[in-house]
Nanobody, 116 residues
Framework: QVQLVESGGGLVQPGGSLRLSCAVSGFTFSRYRMSWYRQAPGKERELVATISSSSISTTYADSVKGRFAISRDNAKNTVYLQMNNLKPEDTAVYYC?????????WGQGTQVTVSS
């Protein structure tokens, strides 16, 4: 059974930092690209960052370049999203995503709120 479980969200002031984690089980994590998405209230879900299976390649949405960093630990079956210099417009539910043989999988999401 495939499971993606996010953690690390919360309330943070503008300019602050958070580190999200996504623990994965049920498939061979090291073989697949992983992504983080987010969805703000009233908006469509958007791609935030992607990392290749071996961590060689990463891509980011223009809105987070230079502030967010995606990484992974294949020994721990976990993908991370380090978020620095957070802005109110980063407020959203953040989701971990994997497209693997057999289907697309999402985590349950973790809420990030940036507010003073």
């Amino acid at each position: 059974q495939v499971q993606l479980v996010e953690s690390g969200g919360g309330l943070v002031q503008p300019g602050g930092s958070l580190r999200l984690s996504c623990a994965v089980s049920g498939f061979t994590f090291s073989r697949y690209r992983m992504s983080w998405y987010r969805q703000a209230p009233g908006k469509e879900r958007e791609l935030v960052a992607t990392i290749s299976s071996s961590s060689i390649s990463t891509t980011y949405a223009d809105s987070v370049k230079g502030r967010f960093a995606i990484s992974r630990d294949n020994a721990k079956n976990t993908v991370y999203l380090q978020m620095n210099n957070l802005k109110p417009e980063d407020t959203a539910v953040y989701y971990c995503y994997a497209r693997i043989t057999g289907g697309d999988y999402w985590g349950q999401g973790t809420q990030v709120t940036v507010s003073s």
